[in-house]
C-alpha cells in the first residue's frame, strides 16, 4: 500500500528519509523441519549451523550471510541470551536471510538432541579439540559456534560428538564468532565439493 505524507511526517519517522520511508513486515523464523526439508530437495545432506551465546546481531548477520554462501541448509539460535533477526541482523546479513532458514528455539539442547536422532552428526568449536582440517566433513552435520566470551556453555558442549579447533599462530587466543564460523563452514564446503 503507498500512503502520500507531508515531508514533516516523514521527518518524524525518519531523519534521513530522501522523501520515501518503507515499511516491512518482521522476519519469520523457518521451523526446524523446513531446514531437512531444504536439504532434502537440494538432494543433500543436511548442514546446519547452530549458534550458542551469540549476542551480537551483526556476528548472527555476518554468519547467515557466509552460511548461505557455504551451502548450509539452515541456522539455528536459541530463544534466549542470544541475537536474534533484529533489523540490525538483517542488514549485516546482505540480504542473505531470504535464501536460508534461520530457526529459533526455546531448548538448545533438546534441538541438538532431535538433530542426532535425525542423523547429524554435532561438530563443537572449541579450542581443546581435534585440527579442523584432519576432519572430512561430508555427512548430515551440524556445527555449534560459541560466543567470543563465552564459548560453547558446558552442557551443550558434552552433546557434541566431536570438538574442532582453528589452529592460530600469534598472541590472540580467539577468533570473532562470524569469522571462526566461516571458516569451519568452508571447511564442510571444501569436503563436501572437492575440485576434480
Request: proline share 4%; charged share 15%; with cysteine.
Given at each position: 500500500?503507498?500512503?502520500?505524507?507531508?515531508?514533516?511526517?516523514?521527518?518524524?519517522?525518519a531523519?534521513?528519509?530522501?522523501?520515501?520511508?518503507?515499511?516491512?513486515?518482521?522476519?519469520?523464523?523457518?521451523?526446524?523441519e523446513?531446514?531437512?526439508?531444504?536439504?532434502?530437495?537440494?538432494?543433500?545432506?543436511?548442514?546446519?549451523?547452530?549458534?550458542?551465546?551469540?549476542?551480537?546481531?551483526?556476528?548472527?548477520?555476518?554468519?547467515?550471510?557466509?552460511?548461505?554462501?557455504?551451502?548450509?541448509?539452515?541456522?539455528?539460535?536459541?530463544?534466549?541470551?542470544?541475537?536474534?533477526?533484529?533489523?540490525?541482523?538483517?542488514?549485516?546479513?546482505?540480504?542473505?536471510?531470504?535464501h536460508?532458514?534461520?530457526?529459533?528455539?526455546?531448548?538448545?539442547?533438546?534441538?541438538?538432541?532431535?538433530?542426532k536422532?535425525?542423523?547429524?552428526?554435532?561438530?563443537?568449536?572449541?579450542?581443546?579439540?581435534?585440527?579442523?582440517?584432519?576432519?572430512?566433513?561430508?555427512?548430515?552435520?551440524?556445527?555449534?559456534?560459541?560466543?567470543?566470551?563465552?564459548?560453547?556453555?558446558?552442557?551443550?558442549?558434552?552433546?557434541?560428538?566431536?570438538?574442532?579447533?582453528?589452529?592460530?599462530?600469534?598472541?590472540?587466543?580467539?577468533?570473532?564468532?562470524?569469522?571462526?564460523?566461516?571458516?569451519?563452514?568452508?571447511?564442510?564446503?571444501?569436503?563436501?565439493?572437492?575440485?576434480?
Amino acid at each position: 500500500m503507498v500512503q502520500y505524507v507531508e515531508r514533516r511526517r516523514l521527518d518524524q519517522i525518519a531523519q534521513n528519509h530522501q522523501g520515501m520511508v518503507a515499511y516491512a513486515s518482521a522476519y519469520q523464523y523457518a521451523a526446524l523441519e523446513e531446514v531437512f526439508e531444504a536439504a532434502q530437495v537440494q538432494g543433500q545432506a543436511p548442514f546446519v549451523v547452530i549458534l550458542d551465546q551469540v549476542t551480537d546481531p551483526h556476528n548472527l548477520g555476518a554468519v547467515i550471510r557466509t552460511a548461505v554462501c557455504a551451502g548450509a541448509h539452515g541456522v539455528i539460535v536459541p530463544m534466549h541470551r542470544a541475537a536474534g533477526l533484529t533489523p540490525a541482523a538483517v542488514k549485516a546479513s546482505a540480504g542473505a536471510v531470504e535464501h536460508i532458514k534461520v530457526v529459533r528455539v526455546g531448548n538448545l539442547n533438546q534441538t541438538i538432541k532431535t538433530l542426532k536422532d535425525k542423523g547429524l552428526w554435532i561438530y563443537a568449536a572449541d579450542q581443546a579439540g581435534d585440527d579442523y582440517r584432519s576432519v572430512k566433513n561430508t555427512g548430515p552435520l551440524a556445527l555449534v559456534i560459541g560466543s567470543e566470551g563465552e564459548g560453547i556453555s558446558a552442557l551443550t558442549l558434552k552433546m557434541c560428538d566431536h570438538r574442532l579447533k582453528i589452529p592460530m599462530a600469534g598472541e590472540i587466543g580467539s577468533l570473532n564468532a562470524s569469522v571462526a564460523a566461516g571458516i569451519l563452514m568452508y571447511a564442510v564446503y571444501n569436503d563436501r565439493n572437492p575440485i576434480v
